[in-house]
């Protein structure tokens, strides 16, 4: 998962959209080089064994930590950081596109109306996703490209950042940059609404419980902890779904080969291999 930034933390105090867009895509930026190295192994977990039945392919990425020391024996230490630049401008766009639409939903009113957090939330999520998928297109084929003994996936043998860009948009015009923005609009839009339907509660939850200090920052802290799980939980399915779309291999007309249906085929055929 991305880095867990709440856009009702972040638009808590009165500023102006701009600041907000500035705060939200820094603050998450920042974490998210901390959280690369998770979302390497998460890609390549997801894309292993893709459309085929359990135990019909090899398993060369066994669990978070084992994922983890085989990506930096194969790739090196460097190979953690993989797609980094690419999560980089995903982060920041996505989150400050985000957290700059939620303010105004608050600024306009739309937050004091009953649900309408939820669905602040929710629509600044999926506005965010899909003006940041490009990046997130890029950062997928990145992350997911190693040796060919340990490949999961198609493999895309990108060089860069920018080579990637240029390459999809050769192939398959300014469309293809949105290739797999069906999965992430879901994924993010399930995320936000979420994250803020439940951090309260949680925060709430803790300081009822009285087990720390009144007004400490560790009831916050320990809130969004609780909340992430919870976000965690509802995004996963979403994820695998759009990590796969992201990743899938064009044919000679810019046509996808594998799950030309979108998320709904996609979500269809992961619960075919996995039951």
Known sequence: MEPSCSPHAAAAASV??????????????????FTNPLEVVKTRLQLQGELRPRGTYPRHYRGVLQAMVAVGQIDGLRGLQKGLKAGLLYQGVMNGVRFCFYSHMEDVGLTQQPGGTIMAGAMAGALGAFVASPAYLVKTHLQA????????????????????????????????????????????????AVQLATFASAKEWVRKHQWFQEGSWIVALSGGMISSVAVAVAMTPFDVVSTRLYNQPVDEMGKVRLLPGGCAQALLEVCVCVW
């Open 16 to 33: 102006s959209p701009p600041v907000d867009f500035v705060l939200g895509a820094t603050a998450c930026c920042m974490a998210c080089v």
């Open 145 to 192: 490209q190693t040796v060919a003994a340990f490949a999961v996936g198609h493999q895309h043998n990108h060089q860069s950042v920018s080579g990637a860009f240029e390459t999809i948009y050769k192939k398959q015009g300014l469309l293809g940059l949105w290739r797999g923005v069906s999965g992430a609009v879901p994924r993010v839009t399930v995320g936000s």
